[in-house]
């Protein structure tokens, strides 16, 4: 991957978007186009989705090929990866969660999902026996593709929907479970955006963690797939946490 550096023109930030499960660096893809449009350097990473630790390995990699400040965004369990990634990492400034994962440490992605009733995900799951690395059979979770609008992308029109249900991304069911060993949002500054209609990581899930995190709270009435069916929002809340922490 080329190294992104601080743009001389307009001396902003480079945001890093980081994805989350049943999505791809594509779902960011209004959020890009908005962020661009106001003069942004953008970096849309590909998530691997095969472990928390692993994730955020790869993650911290990219961050540190990236020249002068970043301003980190993660959707979903994106969120959890970037936690583990940015913390005490020197150049990133702000981090935005988008109905999204604020672990603390000893915490798991899905054991803060199903802290709060209304997340209906679980039910559509549908795990694919498959071998990792060492050999051993594990399981890649996909959502069900008849369910995926409704639970996923309720609010984004039907004929996208559904393409987002096909090419979605699984994640191995142990990613999920895997504990957090580092917090970033406690020493660096975060937003949070919080989707009211989200049945994947209830609203309610989403304000505890943010309230936790002494986050500046957005909220907005979205599913899930906010990236997608709300992209100004989102980018707008990337650019406020850039301008708030503008040296």
Avoid: C
């Avoid at 550096?5 to 978007?17: E, F, N, S």
């Avoid at 994805?19 to 660096?25: N, Q, R, V, Y």
């Avoid at 953008?42 to 928390?52: D, E, H, Q």
């Avoid at 790869?58 to 990236?66: E, H, I, K, T, Y």
Wanted: aromatic content about 6%.
């Amino acid at each position: 991957m080329t190294s992104s550096t601080l743009d001389p023109r307009t001396d902003l930030p480079t945001v890093v978007l980081v994805h989350g499960a049943f999505a791809d660096s594509s779902s960011w893809n209004g959020v890009i186009a908005q962020l661009r449009r106001d003069g942004y350097p953008v970096i849309a990473v590909a998530n691997p989705l095969r472990s928390l630790a692993g994730d955020a390995e790869f993650l911290r990699d990219v961050l540190d090929g990236v020249g002068g400040p970043v301003v980190l965004a993660g959707h979903s369990y994106g969120g959890s990866v970037m936690s583990e990634a940015a913390d005490g990492h020197p150049q990133v400034v702000a981090l935005v969660y988008v109905a999204s994962f604020l672990l603390d440490e000893g915490e798991s992605t899905g054991e803060l999902a199903g802290k709060y009733p209304g997340n209906e995900l679980g039910s559509a799951l549908r795990p694919v026996p498959v071998r990792s690395p060492g050999g051993q059979t594990v399981d890649d979770l996909y959502i069900e593709q008849e369910k995926f609008q409704a639970i996923f992308a309720a609010d984004v029109p039907a004929d996208a929907a559904a393409l987002m249900a096909v090419t979605q991304r699984p994640i191995l069911g142990d990613a999920l479970a895997d504990k957090a060993t580092k917090a970033a949002w406690k020493t660096i500054p975060s937003w949070t955006l919080v989707t009211a209609e989200d049945l994947a990581v209830p609203a309610e899930a989403q304000r505890f963690m943010a309230e936790r995190a002494s986050s500046t709270v957005v909220e907005v009435d979205a599913s899930h797939a906010v990236t997608v069916s709300r992209p100004v929002a989102v980018a707008r809340l990337i650019d406020e946490a850039a301008r708030a922490t503008a040296a």
